[in-house]
């Protein structure tokens, strides 16, 4: 069964991706877990993504296109990339999840992905 | 008497095959409410069929081969499932010819109380899959609508098949946090208070809960301390459910279930001797203090205050601090006890009526002048009327203002 991992990171995690004394740490960290779990073959696909610095979020109200730059809710926590993974069940999926180096300062939610339409 | 009747024979097998059954028929599906329809459907032939034919040598394999065949006519009946189904239904076949081995209530069980189930449905969940009860009864011992109860439950087993929990023993790492859950979920079944009263719940039931659990992890010492300590309570229910209110230092002691106490005695003994300590056998072991009584004449006030301490250690609780507390004030010390009262939070310090009740204690021992205030709010908090009446009669009818 397919689970998405929503990688939810704090603004200190993101800030640590380009800190010159972190990076390497920050990194590290997220290449162990990636490579853990490419080497269990249980990745579908998956992508880091840039900051929410870097979110542009748009709405169509009355008809009308409205741009706002920045992300759709100004929360603590923001989506950091994200894990398609197969694996048998929920609990497999949640032993990932908490693999994740944001598990200890983020948050990962972990869905169920829609199968294919019949 | 004669032999039983097939209504007999088959009352017996679902009320103690029901679990076994839907464990069995849910493995390899995960999907509670397809298994249960299955099995009422098989239950319902075998009330129709048995009493033509004759009750079969094994009702138990009887009943699990008609709903096996029932659960893949339902699986076929279901267009929106996919053909994955197919092999589900494999697996659960698979699974049903080792059934008789292999008892997956466990499994079952630890679903139920798992970490992606919300707290409040896993005790409804497991009295529901391991012994049958319906919505409506578990809804009226726990004071829920019975709409509400029959949403929750279903919800519920909507996330156990579309998230597809695991029905398996957890591994071994996880397996005291998950032990930790179910056994919480167990004893929310009892349905008892702070002091070891019972108002809510379905005390039997979660007893026969603890006891499936028992046999099938004999080895668990907190599993055996789950059991004790509501057998100890148990026990008292003839000394304590009358018209009047008996604080537990006062019960008459021969009213207490002798059977019931010697097997929790006993229970706990045993737990013991595996050497790990644990927030069940903790309270099991201030049950067994207050049993103490009945023979020595005394209550132990030291052993209580010791097994209090442990407790808020291993299960901290805002009850448990208030009867460390009340234990205090026995002990002679009023001021202490006070002062114990006063580190809890604001809301419960106003408004739980057990804090109420040993604060008007300990202000009545001291003898000062906000006494007869403390015990009116004490009073004024009560929800049980044998309670409250207790209470005048200890501390007087409150002055209205």
Known sequence: MHYMLMLNETAEEFARRTDPGETGAYWGGWNAFIGAMAQAGVIVKGDGLQGPTLATTVRIKDGKRHVQDGPFADTKEQLGGYFVIDVPDLDAALDWAAKAPCALTGSVEVRPVLPPMA | ?401
């Open chain 2, 1 to 401: 008497m004669g032999t039983p009747s097939a209504a007999e024979v088959a009352e017996r097998a679902a009320r103690l095959s029901y679990g076994r059954l839907l464990a069995i028929l849910a493995a390899g599906t995960r999907d509670l409410p397809l298994a249960e329809e299955a099995l009422a459907v098989a239950f319902a032939r075998a009330l129709e069929v048995w009493p033509r034919q004759g009750v079969p040598a094994n009702p138990e394999g009887w009943l699990l081969t008609v709903a096996r065949n029932g659960l893949s006519n339902l699986y076929r009946h279901d267009r929106t499932r996919a053909a994955a189904t197919e092999e589900l239904i494999l697996r659960a076949e698979e699974r049903a010819d080792r059934a008789v081995q292999a008892d997956e209530r466990l499994s079952l069980m630890f679903v139920c109380a798992h970490p992606a189930i919300d707290p409040a449905a896993r005790t409804p969940l497991m009295l529901q899959a391991v012994l049958g009860l319906d919505a409506a009864r578990i809804a009226t011992a726990f004071l829920v609508p019975a709409a509400t109860m029959g949403q929750r439950l279903v919800r519920a087993k909507a996330r156990i098949r579309e998230l597809r929990l695991r029905f398996a023993l957890p591994e071994a790492e996880d397996l005291p946090d998950r032990l930790a859950d179910m056994l919480e979920a167990i004893y929310g079944a009892f349905g008892a208070d702070w002091d070891g009263s019972q108002a809510l719940g379905l005390p039997e039931e979660a007893i026969h809960l603890a006891r499936v659990l028992l046999a099938l992890i004999p080895e668990e010492p907190e599993v055996k301390g789950l059991l004790a300590l509501m057998l100890y309570i148990h026990a008292r229910r003839a000394a304590r459910d009358g018209a009047v209110f008996v604080p537990l230092s006062e019960q008459d002691a021969t009213l207490w279930d002798r059977d019931q106490v010697i097997e929790a005695e006993e229970l706990l003994t045993l737990a013991s001797r595996a050497g790990r300590f644990g927030r069940f056998q903790c309270e099991a072991a201030i049950q067994s203090v207050h049993v103490q009584r009945a023979i020595t004449g005394k209550l132990n006030l030291e052993a209580l205050e010791t097994l209090h301490g442990l407790l808020t250690q291993f299960h901290p609780t805002v009850g448990g601090q208030v009867a460390h507390a009340a234990v205090r004030r026995l002990q002679g010390e009023p001021q202490e006890a006070l002062a114990m009262l006063d580190q809890l939070p604001d809301a419960v310090r106003i408004g739980y009526q057990p804090a109420l009740v040993l604060r008007a204690h300990c202000l009545r021992d001291l003898g000062r002048t906000e006494a007869p205030e403390a015990a009116r709010a004490a009073i004024l908090a009560t929800q049980d009327d044998r309670v409250a009446a207790y209470l005048v009669q200890e501390f007087g009818r409150p002055l209205r203002k």
